[in-house]
């Protein structure tokens, strides 16, 4: 199995602080992949650095075989980007968002109206369609997001904690489209820091601690027969608890009520 | 019981135990360290900082100086003007938390709502937390120059430090007043969009004395008079009088302030009730119109015609552009009308229409800062330069749209205006080529020097916090190339050989087409750092 994505020691840092300390990241081309680790691991960072939206200080990222930095005109043409912070376009409504990007990336006009019109019913964004981005809900935002990054049919799809502040009922269509799409081969990586998800989604992980990657393979692999939430504590290390005796009053009821 | 540190109040109410005194003081507390908080954190902080710190006390000197001037001046004129600085500070405290949130970084009610503060402790501590401060500090200190001003006994002394005091708290009082009324609607963005959008107004309002001294209208003593005589009743005028009295009409004016000062409180308090339980106003999202626009019949099908539909969308829903716009053709007209004159000079016509070509051509300077953020929509599309030339392209023509027929109206506006119906065609080439020149240097200055642009109520602020200083030397960098590379045909036509203006808008063109091109090279290869500069935090 080919990589869809691959990256050489991928490094950033801003200032004194070190983002990303050489990332050796490689996804089997269409796999459901989780990037994983705590916060400031790097993991935004990284997928910054790979969509070609932040230049890295050093090494190299490749996807589908095409350096990400030499080659921009075919590696944009094939990755789809759902970017965390889901600034867009706000003052367009859906249907106007949808229209735009796919425009802009040269599909007629007509292809592309029948795409958001489908993609907008599938995101169930159709009675929202004609409002202005602005006033969406994060989860109407995360979705037309995926609409906009679904458009042009894209063979890798990179999306940055595209769960976070999602609803129950908002994430399932999420996971549906997000599944059909592996299934015809594509290949998703997305970043998150809820391990049962990952665990339900993905059958290839990348675990990311302090700018690095700690363990990478097949979800199996990894867990190595426990649950990911506790190989995922394993790896990362979690830093001994030794202020709990200093809570010893939360809990603790007055004796006289106020 | 202790009293609890501002940080962590954890149980009983702050202040409960120990009175008036001491929610006063810890909220005093609280401010002067969000204040002194500023000392910390990066150095453009710190220096911004001090620098308002030094510019407030400056002022407050000055103006204290100058209002004891005017104790030298005879009384009428003393008066007048005492009344005058009473009200505009009165307004200007009104208005300005308005149109610069943040200037006075008070304390958000919205933030204190889930500590167990009754209304009556919540208002005082927040009329604690208003007061305490630079420009407070400020205010009080001018408003005292007015004793110095007006008092002629011992009795205008008694009564001008409640007149003072008086005035200054209803400055607070009401300044806090309109906030709370108004921080429902401005919580939802149709309110914010509309304001943005009326800052424009009160720009234009506050014009208006001016225009009216530079027409010759009226000589200012008597003007000054008039307008005081205007704002005798009004609060700060009474305040003033009160001070100017010193005897029983005095006594019953401070009366008069201190049951409006109360007054104002209670509203307030009662506002501020309201505001913490009522829920953020759901903005009513209307929906837009889905229109067959007349851009993709004249365009054909691509990247083009997308960006151009996406720009002028933009332009029509976006309060900056808005306020861009409005400015710019703002400027033009009240330069128009203050240059008009009885005699205007032979270029005039020409001269405005070249103007205004510039001022809407400034606005191009620094295109990609207002997509800020969503910039990278566009940044994971292009590939390649061409895209960037598409891109840059199709904002200039979005852009040409709207500004060739204006530039239309004010040459033909400012030829007949001026009665030189001859200079016409003239103004109007010219200027459509001064355009084609600016969009050309603007969408350079747009690669080279980008800045965040703000998305915030008040559209006038022009740049992240930090990027002032490379917003202001793009505007002046672009003004100065526009201006430079403008001068092969602006320099013959001042000369009176008119004819040139027929090659200018070929020249504007080609100027506009060779920018884009560089513009392109130049983005395409920064593209990143192009997306951290208009990505600021604001």
């Known amino acids: 199995m080919t990589d869809a994505v691959r990256t050489h020691g991928l490094f950033k840092r801003f200032g004194e602080q070190v983002a990303v300390a050489g990332v050796d990241l490689a996804v089997p081309a269409g796999s459901f992949a989780g990037l994983v680790g705590p916060n400031g691991a790097g993991k935004t960072t990284t997928l910054s650095m790979i969509t070609g939206l932040l230049r890295p200080d050093g090494g190299s990222a490749e996807i589908d075989g095409f350096d990400v930095w030499r080659d921009p005109v075919q590696v944009k043409a094939r990755i789809g980007v759902l970017p965390e912070g889901l600034r867009l376009f706000e003052r367009l409504s859906g249907r106007e968002l949808l229209l735009y990007n796919g425009r802009l990336r040269g599909i007629p006009k007509a292809d592309v109206e029948r795409r958001a019109g489908e993609l907008l019913s599938v995101m169930d964004l159709t009675d929202a369609a004609d409002k202005l981005v602005v006033d969406y809900s994060t989860g109407m935002r995360k979705k037309i997001g995926l609409a906009a990054a679904l458009l042009h049919n894209p063979s890798v799809l990179f999306l940055d904690e595209p769960f976070e502040g999602v609803d129950p009922v908002s994430a399932d269509t999420l996971t549906e489209v997000l599944r059909r799409l592996t299934a015809s081969g594509a290949t998703v990586i997305f970043s998150s820091h809820v391990m049962d998800l990952v665990e339900r989604l993905c059958d290839w992980v990348s675990v990311m601690s302090a700018g690095r990657i700690v363990a990478q393979g097949p979800l199996a692999d990894v867990r190595g027969g426990r649950s990911l939430n506790q190989a995922f504590l394993d790896l990362v290390g979690r830093s001994p608890q030794d202020g709990q005796a200093d809570l010893s009053w939360l809990g603790a009821r007055p004796e006289a009520g106020r | ?538």
């Open chain 2, 1 to 538: 019981m202790t009293t609890p540190s501002p940080t962590t109040a954890p149980g009983p109410a702050p202040g409960a135990g120990n009175g008036v005194l001491g929610t006063v003081g810890l909220f005093a507390e609280l401010k002067l360290r969000l204040l002194g908080g500023n000392l910390r954190g990066d150095a453009q902080r710190k220096v911004a900082f001090v620098l308002t710190l030094v510019v407030a006390l400056v002022l407050a000197a000055l103006g204290f100086f100058l209002m004891s001037l005017l104790s030298l001046a005879p009384d009428d004129i003393a008066f007048s003007v005492t009344v005058m600085a009473y009200a505009s500070l009165l307004v200007s405290w009104m208005v300005m938390p308005l149109l610069a949130f943040g200037l006075d970084d008070t304390l958000d009610p919205a933030k204190l709502a889930l500590f167990p503060l009754r209304t009556r402790d919540l208002a005082l501590g927040l009329f604690t937390a208003s007061v305490t401060g630079v420009w407070p500090l400020a205010t009080l200190v001018v408003t005292f120059g007015g004793i110095t001003a007006l008092a002629s006994g011992p009795g205008g002394v008694l009564l001008g430090v409640p007149a003072v005091l008086l005035q200054f708290a209803l400055c607070v009082v009401a300044s806090r007043l309109v906030t709370t009324v108004l921080s429902g609607a401005l919580r939802s963005r149709r309110g914010r969009d509309l304001l943005a959008v009326s800052v424009i107004l009160v720009v234009l309002v506050a014009q208006v004395p001016n225009l009216m001294m530079n027409r010759g209208l009226s000589d200012p003593t008597a003007m000054l008079h008039q307008m005081a005589v205007v704002l005798r009743w009004t609060p700060p005028g009474m305040a003033a009088h009160a001070i100017a009295d010193g005897g029983l009409a005095g006594l019953a004016e401070i009366a008069v302030l201190a049951v409006l000062v109360v007054l104002c409180g209670w509203l307030w308090i009662k506002a501020l009730g309201r505001a913490l339980v009522t829920p953020e106003a759901s903005g009513k999202s209307a929906s837009v119109r889905r229109e067959r626009g007349l851009v993709d019949r004249l365009l054909p099908d691509g990247p083009l015609a997308a960006v151009v539909t996406k720009e002028l969308k933009y332009i029509r829903r976006d309060p900056r552009f808005r306020v861009n716009w409005g400015s710019a053709l703002f400027l033009t007209l009240v330069l128009g009308i203050s240059m008009g004159g009885d005699q205007p000079s032979d270029g005039q016509a020409v001269f405005l229409a070249l103007l205004g070509a510039l001022m809407i051509a400034l606005m191009a300077g620094n295109v990609f800062g207002i997509d800020g953020r969503s910039l990278w929509m566009n940044a994971v599309v292009f590939g390649a330069e061409r895209d960037l030339r598409a891109d840059l392209a199709g904002r200039h023509l979005a852009n040409a749209m709207i500004a060739v027929p204006v530039l239309a109206v004010i040459a033909v506006g400012s030829a007949l205006y001026t009665d030189q119906a001859a200079r016409i065609l003239p103004a109007l080439l010219a200027s459509w080529g001064m355009l084609g020149v600016g969009l050309g240097v603007g969408s350079v200055t747009s690669v080279l020097l980008p800045y965040t642009v703000p998305d915030r109520m008040n559209a006038f602020t022009g740049a992240a916090p930090g990027q002032g200083g490379q917003a202001f030397a793009g505007a002046v960098a672009a003004a100065v190339a526009m201006i430079a590379l403008a001068a092969p045909f602006v320099v013959p036509m001042l000369l009176g050989v008119l004819w040139v203006s027929a090659a200018a808008p070929f020249y504007g063109l080609l100027i506009a087409a060779l920018g884009r091109r560089l513009a392109a090279r130049v983005a395409h290869r920064r593209m990143p750092e192009l997306l951290e500069a208009v990505s600021k935090p604001t």
